[in-house]
């Protein structure tokens, strides 16, 4: 499989202090690209931005951080008039479910305003090539799977409605101006940390998540993981997902990136980023258990409002299209999650800093 980028060029990457952002900034410094980070650090720290330089190794020289909401429109303008991009991947957002059901207003606010204020900014100075982060999320509780890229689309949440929203706007605007070229990734469940253990997920607050909160129960920090639903009705009762390395994943940004550079018919196209494969929640608590020779306590609540019973995609476009492939397997996304973990039980903070922790 051939990925690699033919020619580099200068990509703007938006919430690239983030969790796939830092993978995905490290990958494309690797690749040879110049990387422009902008990030707000609402769920993130610059440590992550820091640590990804290091691992860059002489490649550290074509990176910039600049801590910026990507509403700040001014500001914005400021990084554009600065530096010709060559493509945009555009991950910032809120992601947080349960908190978008609370407080739809924030998001409907950070995730649309935002991409509306990068759109326009990247119009004015002819940058047409976008990379999107959109979720499996917009499947809702599919009625048929493997989730293909043309089933159909609901929201369940507000966020998931910013999905589907920006989304439509991306359509809109390749429709208004086919000069327009851009990638929507829908990703699946990304979890796993890079190899080296030194960049990983660390969310800001109360995980969301299920493997943040299996590393934070592993590591002490919270007693038990709480089993949402064991009445499914899916192979040991508990929901089953399609997870995905980070590592897989940000690969496939590179590979959307050498598409959206090397082919000229692109448009506004879809594609789901997954393994293809579905994993129930025991089935990946015992994979972690074997990884990191921890037990983990379960304690077993109802199902979450809101949760799809399986969810798994159809990975044969993005295979055929991208030539990109998932390589790892929950072994390796436990592995290495395990070696973030106990490298970093506090993620980037120190035990009296980090918010997420029970001890708080
Ligand atoms: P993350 O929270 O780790 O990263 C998002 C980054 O965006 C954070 O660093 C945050 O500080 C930044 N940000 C948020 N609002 C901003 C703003 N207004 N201006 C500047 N920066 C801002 O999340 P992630 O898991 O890395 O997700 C990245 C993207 O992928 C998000 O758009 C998310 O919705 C999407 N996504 C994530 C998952 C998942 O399970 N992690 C699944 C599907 C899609
Ligand atoms: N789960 C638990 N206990 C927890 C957390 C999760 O049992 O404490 C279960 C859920 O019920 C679900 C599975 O673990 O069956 C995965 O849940 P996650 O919260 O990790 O992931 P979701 O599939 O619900 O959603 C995630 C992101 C969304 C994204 C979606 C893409 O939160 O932003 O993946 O599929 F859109």
Same mark, same amino acid.
């Given at each position: $499989?051939?990925?690699?980028? @033919?020619? &580099? %060029?200068?990509?703007?990457?938006?919430?690239? &202090?983030?969790? =796939?952002? @830092?993978?995905t900034v490290l990958q494309l410094l690797l690749e040879g690209c110049s990387v422009v980070v902008v990030d707000n650090l609402d769920n993130s720290s610059e440590v992550a931005v820091q640590r990804v330089a290091e691992l860059a190794g002489e490649f550290r020289k074509n990176l910039t951080f600049h801590k910026i909401d990507i509403r700040d429109k001014e500001a914005l303008e400021e990084v554009f008039a600065s530096t010709k991009f060559d493509a945009v991947i555009h991950f910032a957002g809120l992601k947080a479910v349960g908190e978008s059901v609370q407080k739809p207003l924030l998001y409907?606010?950070?995730?649309? =305003? /935002?991409?509306?204020?990068?759109?326009?900014? $990247?119009?004015?100075?002819r940058c047409k090539k976008l990379v999107f982060s959109s979720s499996a999320t917009v499947y809702g509780w599919p009625? #048929?799977?493997p989730c293909t890229e043309e089933s159909s689309l @609901?929201?369940? +949440?507000?966020?998931?409605?910013?999905?589907? $929203?920006?989304?439509?706007?991306?359509?809109?605007?390749?429709h208004a101006d086919s000069e327009w070229k851009i990638m929507l990734l829908r990703y699946f +469940?990304?979890?796993g940390a890079h190899p080296s253990g030194d960049i990983g997920e660390?969310?800001? *607050?109360?995980? +969301?998540?299920?493997m943040p909160l299996v590393q934070q129960v592993a590591v002490g920090r919270r007693p038990a993981l709480t089993v949402f639903g064991n009445d499914y009705l899916t192979k040991d009762g508990t929901g089953v997902r399609d997870y995905i390395h980070v590592?897989?994943?940000?690969?496939?940004? =590179?590979?959307?990136?050498?598409?959206?550079?090397? #082919?000229?018919? =692109? /448009?506004?196209?879809?594609? +789901?980023? *997954?393994? %293809?494969? *579905?994993? @129930?929640?025991?089935?990946m608590v015992a994979a972690f258990e074997k990884a990191s020779g921890k037990k983990i306590p379960l304690v077993f609540a109802g199902r979450r409002p809101g949760d799809a019973e399986v969810l798994f995609a159809s990975t044969s476009k993005a295979e055929k299209e991208l030539n990109w492939k998932a390589k790892y397997g929950i072994e390796e996304m436990c592995r290495d999650q395990w070696n973030w973990a106990s490298k970093n039980p506090w993620g980037y903070e120190s035990p009296d800093t980090a918010n997420g922790g029970v001890t708080k």
């Open positions: $499989m051939q990925l690699r980028l @033919s020619a &580099a %060029g200068r990509v703007l990457v938006t919430g690239g &202090a983030g969790y =796939i952002g @830092s993978h409907y606010k950070n995730n649309l =305003i /935002g991409t509306i204020t990068l759109l326009e900014v $990247m119009a004015v100075h009625k #048929d799977l @609901s929201a369940m +949440n507000p966020y998931g409605r910013t999905k589907l $929203m920006i989304e439509d706007i991306c359509r809109d605007m390749h +469940n990304p979890v660390d969310p800001r *607050g109360i995980p +969301n998540n299920l590592v897989d994943l940000a690969e496939g940004h =590179i590979a959307a990136l050498k598409k959206l550079f090397e #082919d000229p018919k =692109i /448009g506004c196209e879809v594609y +789901n980023l *997954g393994t %293809g494969k *579905g994993t @129930s929640v025991l089935e």
